[in-house]
């Protein structure tokens, strides 16, 4: 494990959050961001309608922003949105999941939620000096984020469907030679 769980749960829930703009575009519809609310293990209030799913469309330029930014950028965009918040970090357990932490509290819309939650993890990631572990997909044509958490750090590709992509034009570009 690279890093704590929650800070990887959030990782992973906001590399996809922000890959669902990107074509073919998900999360359309207040049902799959119910969806992933229950996937991700979010915790609090869920409204379930079309005004939260576009609060949380509002906020996908800057959780892009965040991931895809310099140390030095990440840091000031993370205590702009901690400050916004007004953060309270808390331990807490519920359900399944061990103590960690949480910055606002389960009563907060959840774009907010969202943004907090990315913004400590993002913590992780700055103080362990590892950003590398966020880009754009390799492919070309996409510009989806890829979240490596793997040890080597080999991951290079958003999904299997750019990774093939890549492998099947590298092939017929040896073919062609």
């Known amino acids: 494990m690279v890093f704590a769980h929650d800070t990887e749960g959030a990782l992973v829930a906001a590399v996809e959050l922000v890959n669902s703009a990107e074509p073919p575009v998900t999360m359309t519809a207040p049902d799959e961001l119910a969806a992933f609310f229950r996937r ?10 079309q005004s939260e799913l576009d609060a949380v469309h509002r906020i996908l330029p800057r959780l892009r922003t965040l991931l895809t930014s310099s140390r030095d950028d990440a840091v000031v965009q993370i205590n702009e949105i901690l400050d916004e918040a007004r953060a309270l970090p808390q331990l807490v357990r519920h359900g399944d999941t061990d103590w960690h932490l949480h910055a606002t509290r389960d009563d907060r819309p959840l774009h907010e939620r969202i943004l907090v939650e990315t913004a400590m993890a993002m913590i992780d990631v700055v103080r362990a000096d590892e950003l590398s572990r966020l880009d754009i997909c ?4 996409c510009e989806a984020l890829v979240l490596d958490l793997s040890r080597n750090r080999s991951r ?3 999904s299997t469907t750019c990774g093939n992509r890549a492998a099947v034009a590298a092939y017929r570009a040896r073919q062609a030679n």
């Open 40 to 49: 991700h293990a979010y915790t609090g209030r869920l409204e379930g309608d």
């Open 156 to 158: 290079r590709f958003c």
């Open 138 to 141: 390799a492919d070309g044509d």
